[in-house]
């Protein structure tokens, strides 16, 4: 092949045609041939006369150029010209196709997957066998060579995963390859230890050549608050030019919808590789934050999760007195407030101003009494889930509060007597703390032996006394006891809150105490000791296109693993709850810093763009058709038979012209009708056109696959499935839509929307399936749950209820309870039955209509399932083993049910079907 720039040519010798090109210019130039001027006297005669008729002597230049260009395109064209050759990779044997499938690939996922599926048809066509494997999903043996046209079928079922390579299980993996073959290796651009070790491996089989993404990865850092502010770090792999990157915080409005709260900014230098975003948000939406993102970027690493370690707790503190200037110290809150500063979001105020702000915590340091109001107002704030800290002191000692009768705003009764200044009782020596019992919120905190207790306020003995003492002395004296109150709790420090009684105060337990009963936000990363002997469960998973996905199945996590352990598969990244906490694990950490892949010489390196061959041989003669028939238009007109009585052969070149260019006025319009007659004569399914080419295909192939099983099992004839666009075509045409839903997709227009619901309004049916394994449970928890939402708002949908074991499609053709896809599962949702449909006695199902529900929603991926080529062989592996197999044929049989559904309505809920059903269902 011949290559010029963009252009290629199959017969570049044909091209030689083109130097005749002058040649013919000066034969045309030459025909016909100048006459030989004569004067002739009698010519005078003829002057003034006009000749209809006329005749030039030359050719105009202007129609042998036209002429020339005819002929070159026609040379050209049998050349066998290509726009964008692809340049044929040399090699015979084996291919192993390699991708690191991390989150640093979602990104750009499709992009790869269609590198892969151009690498594999090359190698389909040269013979090459091939194999696919993913370093995030290694096998447990090496490669298995088959067929490349096979490989090809597994690359719909391939997605990335939310964390790095194992580099262990890399070497391991490695160590167990043999043979030679080559290997193309999708990078996803990012650097890591165990790379340079794999590269060697696989050279040691033969050539190596890398494919990966000129633009640099980008991550977030876990987002930190500091001096007020929160502050997300963005990294990328590579300095590059100045740029500003936007960081989005992702969060709950008051309604419980996830909107976004607010956005910042994050400016890199020239040779910067992290770049900060700064969020001064108040306490109220900054609690609300579940998340922050980079803008317009899909990827695990591109959103940054949060914690309890964010969410600052609103802490009030009142005092029963006001300390005296200078005497910080003495103050009730001075220790208070240095403890709790820094993790906590502290007010001030009066009580009755405190209540309404409605925080999370109030700390009563030596508050002695509340007036009735106030007391009421305290303790339905407690009541409806607050937390009440009080401490004691002078005041509370001196006063009857909680002396005969146990106050509802204290945890136990105290001792009236035994007290000294003001009624606490003294000792000799000062009393050291007992160790905290398995049971108290404090236990495994290890006591410093400089914490000591002068005085205190003593509990008065009670038969409820033990189950609330949280925290005692050596000589067993309470001295931090606790009750519940509604959903709320009291907590009271049978001490000071300075350090007047105690050493409690200035010591680093006091800290740690105040964290344990929940009193300011715990740190955002605990330590292996705190975690030792914990066990979290694990509520949703961050897959690597950074949407959550909820894990309600998944076994619970050592808390030993969860503090030191990297993201991996028994690991993934998301939200951890244990007993009182929630912990985020991110694919990144504090200190990560990515850095770009650097490929030694040796290897070739592409992007991963893939340009298709566009043959222009037929372009190229259609061009020279057009260009000779407006030669013969030209001609016609310079001898004059495009005017007069010989007008009728200039029309018939005219009307040549036109069926040259494919312009027939009435085309369209018949075209229209054929496509109607096509639509009508045979069943059509039809599925909805997203615009994901990959989509598109994979639903034309699972209705191909769904049309064959109609035929081989029932009196359904259908023809081939169409795609309809639902903006132009006619939706009345087919009984039965399949609409993929897709992330990007544009909703309907108003008149398409008016369309769809006269269409769901006098019978059709659309099958919604949103392909995400249903795990956004139809919410906003997934992109196309999202998608689903919004489309929906715009249909006349009537109330839906999950497919009840009676409904009709579970009996229409096959006795179905499940219906899975490409995925398992049976939420499927229909139209509600009508409120008034009971089961008559006897029968085994209700006696409902005989409408067909006009939608149909699920996740289950159907027409993955269904798919299959021209030879009937599945396109998308299902399952695994019989298990797999028994998955896709009720795939198969949902499919046919829903199709008789649809053209034959309710019947079988007829009572005439009742016995053979009875019989089938041995009852």
Do not use: C
């Not at 996922?109 to 999903?137: F, H, K, P, S």
């Not at 096998?139 to 597994?154: I, K, S, Y």
């Not at 005219?654 to 109607?676: E, H, K, S």
């Amino acid at each position: 092949m011949l290559t010029l720039g963009p252009l290629g040519f199959t017969a570049p010798w044909l091209l030689l045609g083109l130097l005749v090109l002058p040649i013919l210019w000066l034969l045309l130039r030459a025909v016909p041939p100048a006459p030989t001027r004569r004067r002739f006297p009698g010519v005078a005669l003829l002057l003034g006369l006009t000749d209809s008729d006329s005749q030039t002597d030359r050719t105009p230049w202007w129609l042998l150029l036209l002429r020339l260009l005819a002929v070159a395109a026609i040379i050209t064209a049998f050349a066998g010209p290509v726009l964008n050759p692809q340049k044929q990779t040399a090699g015979t044997g084996p291919l192993l196709i390699l991708a690191d499938g991390t989150w640093a690939d979602a990104g750009d996922w499709a992009r790869r997957i269609d590198r892969m599926d151009a690498a594999l048809a090359d190698a389909a066509r040269d013979g090459r066998t091939a194999a696919l494997v993913t370093l995030t999903d290694l096998p447990p043996e090496p490669p298995v060579f088959q067929d490349a046209q096979a490989v090809r079928q597994h690359l719909a079922s391939l997605t990335p995963a939310p964390y790095a390579p194992d580099a262990e299980a890399l070497a391991a993996w490695a160590a167990l390859l043999s043979g030679d073959f080559d290997t193309f290796w999708l990078s996803d651009g990012l650097a890591r230890n165990s790379w340079a070790d794999l590269l060697a491996a696989l050279e040691a089989h033969g050539t190596v050549t890398a494919f990966e993404s000129p633009r640099p990865v980008r991550a977030l850092r876990p987002a930190t608050f500091e001096d007020g502010a929160v502050s997300v770090t963005v990294l990328r792999s590579a300095p590059g030019r100045a740029t500003q990157t936007a960081v989005t915080a992702i969060g709950l409005d008051p309604a419980g919808v996830e909107r976004r709260l607010a956005s910042a900014p994050a400016a890199f230098d020239a040779e910067a590789t992290t770049a900060t975003a700064t969020f001064d948000l108040p306490p109220e939406l900054r609690n609300r934050v579940t998340r922050f993102e980079i803008a317009g970027l899909r990827s695990a690493g591109a959103v940054s999760l949060t914690d309890d370690g964010l969410k600052r707790r609103e802490v009030a503190l009142l005092a029963g007195a006001t300390p005296r200037e200078a005497l910080d110290l003495l103050s009730p809150l001075h220790y208070l407030r240095q403890a709790l500063a820094p993790t906590a979001d502290l007010i001030d105020g009066p009580l009755e101003d405190v209540l309404l702000a409605n925080p999370d915590v109030i700390i009563l340091a030596d508050v002695a009494t509340l007036t009735d109001i106030e007391a009421e107002a305290m303790l339905d704030w407690v009541e409806a889930g607050g937390l009440l800290v009080r401490f004691a002191g002078p005041r509370l000692a001196a006063s009857d509060v909680s002396r005969s009768d146990e106050d509802p705003l204290m945890p136990v009764r105290l001792r009236v007597g035994g007290r000294s200044i003001g009624g606490a009782m003294s000792w000799g020596e000062p009393k050291a703390l007992a160790p905290f019992a398995d049971t108290s919120p404090f236990a495994g905190l290890p006591i410093p032996e400089d914490v000591t207790v002068s005085a205190q306020v003593m509990a008065q003995p009670d038969p409820t006394l033990a189950s609330r003492v949280i925290a005692q002395l050596a000589d067993g004296t309470p001295l931090v006891t606790r009750k519940s109150a509604g959903d709320g709790a009291v907590v009271l420090f049978h001490v000071t809150a300075n350090a007047e009684w105690s050493t409690l105060p200035l010591s680093g337990l006091f800290v740690q105490m105040l964290e344990r009963l929940a009193v300011p936000t715990r740190p955002s990363a605990p330590d292996a000791d705190e975690l030792t002997g914990t066990t979290w469960q694990i509520e949703e998973v961050l897959n690597a296109f950074g949407t959550l996905d909820r894990a309600d199945t998944l076994p619970g996590v050592a808390g030993e693993d969860l503090a030191t352990a990297r993201p991996s598969a028994d690991l993934p990244p998301g939200l951890y709850a244990g007993e009182d906490r929630r912990i985020a694990l991110n694919v990144t950490d504090r200190d990560t810093e990515l850095a770009a892949a650097v490929w030694p010489a040796r290897i070739t390196v592409e992007g991963l763009d893939v340009q298709r061959e566009t043959l222009l041989k037929g372009w190229l003669l259609a061009a020279a058709l057009v260009l000779l028939t407006l030669d013969i238009l030209a001609a016609l007109a310079l001898s004059g038979r495009l005017r007069g009585p010989r007008a009728g052969s200039g029309a018939a070149a005219g009307v040549l012209l036109t069926l040259a260019l494919g312009m027939t006025p009435g085309d369209a319009q018949a075209q229209d009708d054929a496509f109607a007659i096509t639509a009508t004569s045979d069943v059509v399914l039809a599925y909805v056109i997203t615009g994901d080419t990959r989509v598109d295909e994979m639903s034309d192939a699972g209705l191909y696959g769904l049309s064959n099983i109609l035929f081989q099992r029932t009196s359904i004839e259908p023809s081939f499935p169409v795609g309809i666009d639902i903006e132009t075509d006619d939706l009345a045409l087919f009984p039965f839509l399949y609409w993929p839903i897709t992330a990007d997709q544009q909703l309907p227009t108003r008149d398409a929307y008016g369309k769809l619901n006269r269409y769901l309004r006098t019978g059709g049916m659309i099958l919604f399936d949103t392909r995400d394994a249903d795990l956004a449970r139809f919410g906003s928890a997934s992109p196309e749950g999202r998608k689903l939402q919004a489309i929906a708002r715009g249909l006349d949908i009537p109330p839906l209820e999950p497919i009840p074991e009676d409904h009709v499609l579970t009996r229409t053709f096959y006795l179905l309870q499940d219906f899975p896809g490409r995925h398992p599962g049976r939420d499927v949702w229909v139209e509600a039955a009508p409120a008034g449909a009971e089961r008559a006695e006897g029968m085994p199902f209700r006696d409902l209509n005989d409408g067909v529900t006009p939608v149909v929603i699920g996740g289950n991926d159907w027409a993955a399932a269904w798919a299959t080529d021209q030879l009937g062989n599945p396109l998308v592996p299902v399952g695994r083993g019989q298990a797999g197999q028994r998955q896709r044929e009720i795939a198969l049989r949902f499919g046919v049910n829903l199709i008789m559904h649809v053209l034959t309505g309710n019947y079988k809920s007829d009572q005439v079907h009742v016995p053979a059903l009875l019989d089938r269902l041995g009852q």
